[in-house]
């Protein structure tokens, strides 16, 4: 049995108004790569933010090897000392120093520092874990790869026996990939305890020992690698037991389903994103839908249809017709709508009034010099604000003091006003009250049977089964498989994402 | 009786005072007016505007007033620029006085070839003023691609033109300090026979055709979009980029007219103080209209009202007497009181300071 070097017992940690973490236990030992899986919201990085000093717990005990007691973390720092070291997707690193100063920088006591003797220290650890670069290298001129394992050679010289990789392969290329994960079986070799959080399942059957699956703030349960097939995993992720039969009826069977007119028609398109190129068709009246966990390229495939990430290969067609479009302008003049993923982010206009955020992209439409008068966007306002029953003080407003949900509502008024043949909607449902999504779903279901034809993406599977007639199912940046009819049951979606074969 | 009536009058103010005091408009707009009655108090004819003749007999009005909106003119007509710039870049220009020195030695060179005396103009005024604004433009266009296309931080790309900007000028002008004829100074003083001086009535100009930009074009939307949240403005059709650009373009324009404001006033130009500092003049007068340096949403009004009440605070300190050299950290001094009391923590502090006084008075009276 090997030596457990981390222990966390019933971690509890709640926000305002949502419980992050509910009862969670997690236990690393010596030399071993611990995935820790999760769709989003699952409560991955709030556990690692605890394990790390940036959230105080709010009940729950953390042992670390060699100290009997459990130990308080109140911050970064103190994660540090204790050994416990992050190394995050975006590199924390200064770009504009050297290697060997990346590599010391912070650590050293002397008042006049000794570079030589630095270097030829940095020299060693490069060396010792085969990283592919000079000490006197300046950071940047380094891929990213390298920067990544920089990072992670800094934390191991920093005596750390628990190093934590939050999702260091999503900027890295499969030969680079390949690098890190040598580096990672070194390290193990040496007995440090790796937590790997990922959302490529790939990889973590490439490289890790256990698997701990969270969901919803809740432990799920741990497994070892070899008992755990992917199809299973993936059902542990989503909250699904496998052949659980209790099949969400398809209400939404539209009648016009076989209606051959295709809106949009994508042939081998490719994009900046790194999407693999993919071919879609989606028809007037009809939804499709695009499955898959998160990062596997959804919300990229539909970018890519409306311009919003550069094109760089492939046709599409709208209603039969050849379009070139490279920014979303063309796009909306084409009839396309685009409701983000990101609401905070990508959506809102959070200082505008509700008013503005709703005539927004028609307005755009229409043109610089030809805004509509006061009086017309308080009726386009007041018109969209009583149909999809937004709740507001006034259309005056600002959209950022609205809740999530009627945030939402106003962002698809605005799609709405724009009157689209073809409507994406990437994630409307997420982080918004269970009223609501049911009214967004709805809303979808007669959008489509009055013509429009719809894209609808969600990570909550019954959704996806209960509005779309079509799936896309994707994995790692590919589309994998494609399910209609009576294919479309949770399990097969599983088995599809999981890269299990499509007939069960 | 009385004492109800009184309460309910101190209740009533109370309550006027605080609704008053939330508006965005009420620093501003509060701080002009008192700046107004120092100067009314120190000169009780300090408002009166009367009708003289300058010297050569033609009807002028006299008056510290229109001394006021006269000087104020190239400060609120480059004020309106800069808060477009803020509002989209959320950064500021500081290269404006710089390039008012380029347009102003691009006129004078229009206007007098290579003589530094000419007794007449050498090209018409008409194409003076197109080709300074020409010059401004290209200035404000040359700023706006280091900021929208190469995403320079604007403090950092308008430094170069403001570093660089007075020689310029100074090389328009072939190195010379040419003065123009008398006629060119029509524009900057009074065009004979017509009462009102001529740059009051180019800042009418000035701010009509703003508002009227502003009603009737959605410079205004997009502008407050892209400044607010540039991600979701260009998932929404709008071009963050064009847009940055295009408000720095017309504060090139601005700069080009106040140039040819500026140096008709006197029809010469001295590339290397002419309009000394203006740009910190500017960017305090977009501040004092209660609009956040940080960009997004602005109040162009407020912004005109802050650069009419930066020019009063520079004239009573003139009319004070006040040292020159010294005018600089008095001004300092009143402009840290007013930014510090339009931070949020001041202003509900101050809020809830004057509702309570005015209570505490209340209730003072009602024992008395």
Known sequence: MQNTVLTMQNIYKSFPGVRALHNVDFTLREGEIHALMGENGAGKSTLIKVLTGVYAKDAGEIYMKGTGKPVHIKSPQEAQRLGISTVYQEITLCPNLTVAENLFIGRTDDLFVDWKKYNSRAERILGGLKIPTKPTKQLSNCSIAVQQMVAIARAVDMDCKVLILDEPTSSLDEQEVAKLFTLMRELKGRGVGIIFVTHFLDQVYEVCDKITVLRNGELVGEYQIKDLPRVELVAKMMGKELGDLAEIHNEAQPSIMNSKEAIIEAEELTSTSGIKPFNFASHKGEVTGFAGLLGSGRSECVRAIYGADKVLKGKLRIKGENVNITTPIKAMKKGIGYLSEDRKRDGIIGDLSVRENIILALQVMRGFFRPFTKTQAQAFADEYISLLGIKTASADTPISSLSGGNQQKVILARWLLTHPDYLILDEPTRGIDIGTKVEIQKLVLKLASEGMSITFISSEIEEMLRTCSRLIVMRDLHVVGELKGDDMTQDKIMYTIAGGSNSK | MTRNNNKLDTDRFASVLKALSRHRMFIPIAFLAFLLLINVFINPSFLRVSLGRDSTGSPVLIGNLINILNNATELV?????????????????????????????????????????????????????????????????????????????????????????????????????????????????????????????????????????????????????????????????????????????????????????????????????????????????????????????????????????????????????????????????????LVAIQTPMLKSLFVKKVTLSNLTAGAGKERG
């Open chain 2, 77 to 337: 007509i480059l004020t309106i620029g800069m808060t477009l710039v803020t509002a989209s870049s959320r950064g500021q220009d500081i290269s404006i006085g710089a390039t008012v020195s380029i347009v102003g030695g691009v006129i004078m060179r229009v206007l007098c070839g290579n003589e530094t005396q000419p007794t007449q103009l050498h090209a018409p005024i008409l194409v003076a003023l197109l080709l300074g604004c020409l010059a401004g433009i290209a200035c404000g266009a040359f700023n706006g691609i280091l900021v929208s296309k190469f995403n320079i931080q604007p403090m950092v790309a308008t430094l170069i033109l403001f570093t660089a900007g007075r020689s310029i000028g100074s090389m328009a002008m072939g190195g010379l300090k040419p003065k123009a004829a008398a006629s060119f100074g029509y524009y900057g003083n009074f065009i004979p026979g017509f009462p009102v001086p001529t740059p009051i009535l180019i800042t009418i100009g000035a701010i009509v055709v703003t508002l009227f930009a502003l009603k009737r074009t959605n410079l205004s939307l997009y502008t407050r979009a892209v400044g607010i949240n540039d991600k979701a403005s260009s998932l929404n059709g709008l071009n963050p980029a064009l847009i940055k650009f295009l408000t720095f373009v017309i504060l090139g324009l601005c700069v080009g007219i106040a140039g040819f404001v500026q140096s008709s006033r006197v029809q010469t130009v001295n590339p290397y103080t002419i309009v000394p500092s203006i740009e910190m003049d500017v960017i305090l007068a977009v501040a004092l209209g209660g609009n956040s340096l940080g960009g997004g949403k602005f109040n162009m009004t407020g912004s005109i009202v802050g650069a009419y009440t930066i020019q009063t605070l520079t004239s009573m300190l003139t009319t004070l007497n006040v040292n020159t050299n010294a005018v600089p950290v008095f001004k300092a001094v009143i402009i840290i009181i």
